[in-house]
């Protein structure tokens, strides 16, 4: 690391902010370029809400990446002095008996074996302690304690101020339209108008808007919308934890996953499924007929819930990458950038060690994480390998 090595983030979301301070931290002179205002209206990474979780099935990197991360969030919290991450557990059930092999079955033994506390629902728990649940239909699955949900918008409003205060130089207004390059080396970026932003390095985490940049990544990352609901019940505080923690309900199957109310009373849900592939800059409204799933899952799992009118609704853009993992690496073809993206829907709980992976992946330091979420070709993805990893 070289005090006068200047960086230039593409990006002001979860990825690009965390790398911009973790730099910053390690010495460079750090720029933050975003369209504006930030958060920005449109970014991923601005919601009401984030699932904040370490269940990730048998696959133990993400579990481990996603436990450093539970620690950094209370750090988070306390240096905020204030809780913008509610560790408030998730519930996870499943409509038949958890089977071994299935994602629950193998979350609960991975976490177990690690010392994580679960409590495995028994006969009648669920229509005890979360009473809001169709308990004739859930017949099994768990709590897991070290878990919660994240007011997102609200952290990358936070993480700005702090990259800000930390001596980050943050732009707004200002939307990259390509790359420069000098020979073989990426030097900056200039935008529509033709004003240019150089740096010796530039780190791109442009969300789905990366493959516009970077056209030759779309065969690998795309833009997916998935639908998001959000309800005003009458009784907000019984859809408050403990008696309704943030939720999965058979999503590895069914894609359903939602939240608490929050302070303005509003409760959200939203599915992890396929989603359909669309333009970054496609109108983010959902279907009919997404909202006629969201109502009939409600009616089955949540019956308090189906006939209350639509809060709000919108699609939100997973940049989907083939392989689900993400993509934090350094172009391997010309110098002077690294890429940090391919979120596929479920980066933020990482938030707080995401700066780290980008800024190793700048500096060339190994880390567990390298190989998996470096640079890649697209590759064949085995029916046995692939995995739940949405929200
Ligand atoms: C419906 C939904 C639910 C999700 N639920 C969860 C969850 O529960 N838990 C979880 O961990 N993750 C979840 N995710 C995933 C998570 O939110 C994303 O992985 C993460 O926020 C992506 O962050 P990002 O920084 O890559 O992108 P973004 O937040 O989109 O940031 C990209 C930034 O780049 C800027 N930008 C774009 N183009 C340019 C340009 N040309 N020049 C300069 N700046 C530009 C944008 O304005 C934006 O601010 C969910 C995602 C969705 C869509």
Same mark, same amino acid.
């Given at each position: 690391?070289?005090?006068?090595?200047? &960086? /230039?983030?593409?990006?002001?979301?979860?990825?690009?902010?965390?790398?911009?301070?973790?730099?910053?931290?390690?010495?460079?002179?750090?720029?933050?370029?975003?369209?504006?205002?930030?958060?920005?209206?449109?970014?991923?990474?601005?919601?009401?809400?984030?699932?904040?979780?370490?269940?990730?099935?048998?696959?133990?990197?993400?579990?481990?990446?996603?436990?450093?991360?539970?620690?950094? !969030?209370?750090?988070?919290?306390?240096?905020? *002095?204030?809780?913008?991450?509610?560790?408030?557990?998730?519930?996870?059930?499943?409509?038949?008996?958890?089977? @071994?092999?299935?994602?629950?079955?193998?979350?609960?033994?991975?976490?177990?074996?690690?010392?994580?506390?679960?409590?495995?629902?028994?006969?009648?728990?669920?229509? +005890?302690?979360?009473?809001?649940?169709?308990?004739?239909?859930? #017949?099994?699955?768990?709590?897991?304690?070290?878990?919660?949900?994240?007011?997102?918008?609200?952290?990358?409003?936070?993480?700005?101020?702090?990259?800000?205060? %930390?001596?980050?130089?943050?732009?707004?207004?200002?939307?990259?339209? +390509?790359?420069?390059?000098?020979?073989?080396?990426? $030097?900056? &970026?200039?935008?529509?108008?033709?004003?240019?932003?150089?740096?010796?390095?530039?780190?791109?985490? %442009?969300?789905?808007?990366?493959? #516009?940049?970077?056209?030759?990544?779309?065969?690998?990352?795309?833009?997916?919308?998935?639908?998001?609901?959000?309800?005003?019940?009458?009784?907000?505080?019984?859809?408050?934890?403990?008696?309704?923690?943030? !939720?999965?309900?058979?999503?590895? +199957?069914?894609? !359903?996953?939602?939240?608490?109310?929050?302070?303005?009373?509003?409760?959200?849900?939203?599915?992890?499924?396929?989603?359909?592939?669309?333009?970054?800059?496609?109108?983010?409204?959902?279907?009919?007929?997404?909202?006629?799933? =969201?109502?009939?899952?409600?009616?089955?799992?949540?019956?308090?819930? @189906? $006939?209350?009118?639509?809060?709000?609704?919108?699609? =939100?853009?997973? =940049?989907?990458?083939?392989?689900?993992?993400?993509?934090?690496?350094?172009?391997?073809?010309?110098?002077?950038?690294?890429?940090?993206?391919?979120?596929?829907?479920?980066?933020?709980?990482?938030?707080?060690?995401?700066?780290?992976?980008?800024?190793?992946? /700048?500096?060339?330091?190994?880390?567990?994480?390298?190989?998996?979420?470096?640079?890649?070709?697209?590759?064949?993805?085995?029916?046995?390998?692939?995995?739940?990893? *949405?929200?």
């Amino acid at each position: 690391m070289a005090a006068d090595n200047s &960086v /230039l983030v593409i990006g002001a979301g979860i990825f690009g902010l965390t790398a911009a301070l973790e730099l910053q931290q390690r010495g460079y002179q750090v720029t933050v370029a975003d369209p504006g205002p930030v958060p920005h209206p449109l970014a991923t990474s601005n919601d009401l809400s984030r699932m904040i979780r370490i269940d990730y099935g048998a696959d133990g990197l993400y579990s481990s990446l996603g436990a450093d991360a539970i620690e950094g !969030w209370r750090r988070w919290n306390s240096a905020w *002095g204030r809780d913008l991450f509610h560790e408030d557990g998730m519930l996870l059930l499943t409509s038949a008996p958890i089977v @071994a092999g299935e994602f629950e079955q193998n979350s609960y033994d991975l976490l177990t074996g690690r010392g994580f506390s679960l409590e495995r629902l028994g006969p009648g728990d669920l229509a +005890r302690r979360f009473p809001r649940w169709n308990s004739e239909y859930y #017949v099994d699955g768990y709590f897991s304690i070290t878990a919660g949900w994240a007011e997102a918008g609200e952290i990358i409003a936070s993480l700005v101020k702090d990259a800000a205060d %930390a001596g980050v130089s943050v732009v707004t207004g200002f939307k990259a339209a +390509r790359l420069l390059q000098d020979g073989d080396r990426v $030097s900056g &970026v200039v935008d529509s108008d033709g004003s240019e932003l150089r740096a010796d390095w530039v780190v791109l985490a %442009a969300g789905v808007w990366t493959t #516009v940049l970077l056209p030759e990544l779309a065969d690998r990352m795309w833009p997916v919308g998935q639908p998001v609901f959000y309800f005003k019940p009458d009784d907000p505080e019984s859809y408050r934890p403990p008696s309704f923690p943030p !939720w999965a309900a058979d999503t590895p +199957r069914s894609g !359903w996953y939602g939240f608490p109310a929050n302070d303005d009373g509003v409760v959200k849900l939203a599915n992890h499924g396929p989603g359909r592939r669309v333009h970054p800059d496609a109108d983010r409204v959902i279907l009919a007929e997404e909202e006629a799933l =969201c109502r009939a899952f409600l009616a089955q799992s949540l019956p308090s819930l @189906a $006939s209350v009118p639509l809060n709000d609704s919108k699609m =939100c853009l997973y =940049c989907d990458t083939w392989d689900g993992d993400f993509w934090i690496g350094r172009d391997p073809a010309r110098q002077g950038l690294v890429v940090a993206t391919g979120g596929s829907g479920h980066a933020f709980k990482f938030g707080p060690v995401l700066g780290g992976l980008a800024a190793d992946a /700048l500096e060339g330091i190994e880390n567990p994480y390298t190989s998996r979420f470096a640079w890649r070709p697209l590759g064949e993805i085995k029916k046995e390998e692939m995995r739940y990893t *949405g929200e």
